[in-house]
């Protein structure tokens, strides 16, 4: 049961260009009676920019568990508290998963106040498949771990979307080709909504290369974005659709076949249904 008392807003705040800011979440961070940041002096410059006076509490990765407890309090004694991270959407690789689950556990309620991301950002630009996508986070340091963590998502069929440092970009492209074969479109974007903002398209080791021989590439954090397997470009995943769909094919009319094909390996029914016609497995009068 939900119970009375302050109420939590988890706040998105501009990835770069300012003028990003919603009038909504202004409007929050004005009227709000603590905002917990991940990093106070960069919110404050943010709060500054836009004339926000506020009492400010520093909540992140080696105090969050800590903080929560006085959060909490203060959302006991009926004040609200809004939650914001340096840039984007509060718990995206973000600090702020203690804070929400245990005032969802205690009945506070919670209200996203919804803005810029920069995962969200950069798969609307670039130029891979968005009806299905799987957001990594940042990868292991160590290229064991890294390699590992890449196999275990290699089979994924939708666009694999994760960050990394600039300084171990090239690492980590390096293990995708590695990992994940280089016939797969991969897309580096760089300072999102800035100046600056950069796209880069190629293969994971034209991209290594590319961000090898560029530092200014190597500034920052980026976002990655590995083309899924079977969504074209990669062999095996071709090989397991048509692999697929004869099996089905042998019981089933190709148009139903090719829909289930579709369930089973994340390809497009209608993509698979072309391929069920070019290897002769149905068509007219099935």
Excluded at 215 to 237: K, P, S
């Amino acid at each position: 049961m939900q119970q009375s008392g302050g109420v939590l807003y988890v706040v998105a705040t501009p990835i770069g260009n300012l003028a990003d800011m919603t009038e909504r979440a202004r409007k929050v961070l004005t009227d709000v009676d603590l905002i917990a940041a991940e990093d106070t002096r960069q919110t404050l410059r943010l709060l500054n920019h836009f004339g926000i006076s506020a009492n400010l509490v520093a909540c992140h990765d080696h105090n969050e568990t800590r903080v929560s407890h006085r959060l909490l309090s203060a959302l006991e004694d009926g004040r609200d508290v809004a939650l914001v991270s340096d840039a984007g959407t509060p718990l995206i690789s973000d600090p702020g998963y203690s804070l929400v689950s245990a005032a969802r556990e205690q009945g506070f309620t919670v209200v996203p106040i919804p803005g810029p991301s920069a995962l969200i950002c950069a798969l609307s630009a670039a130029g891979l498949p968005s009806d299905r996508f799987l957001f990594l986070g940042f990868p292991p340091r160590s290229r064991s771990q890294r390699q590992a963590w890449l196999k275990d998502v290699a089979g994924e069929p939708g666009t694999l979307i994760l960050y990394e440092s600039g300084k171990r970009a090239v690492a980590t492209l390096s293990d995708v080709a590695e990992t994940l074969g280089d016939a797969r479109r991969v897309v580096l974007a760089r300072e999102l909504t800035k100046r600056f903002e950069t796209f880069l398209f190629g293969s994971a080791t034209e991209l290594a290369r590319r961000v090898e021989e560029d530092a200014e590439q190597q500034l920052g954090e980026l976002v990655i974005l590995i083309q899924g397997r079977g969504t074209g470009g990669d062999g095996a995943g071709r090989e397991e659709q048509e692999r697929v769909l004869r099996v089905l094919a042998d019981s089933l009319p190709l148009s139903q076949a090719a829909a289930l094909a579709a369930r089973l390996t994340g390809a497009k029914k209608n993509s698979l249904y072309r391929l069920g016609l070019d290897l002769g497995l149905g068509g007219e009068g099935e």
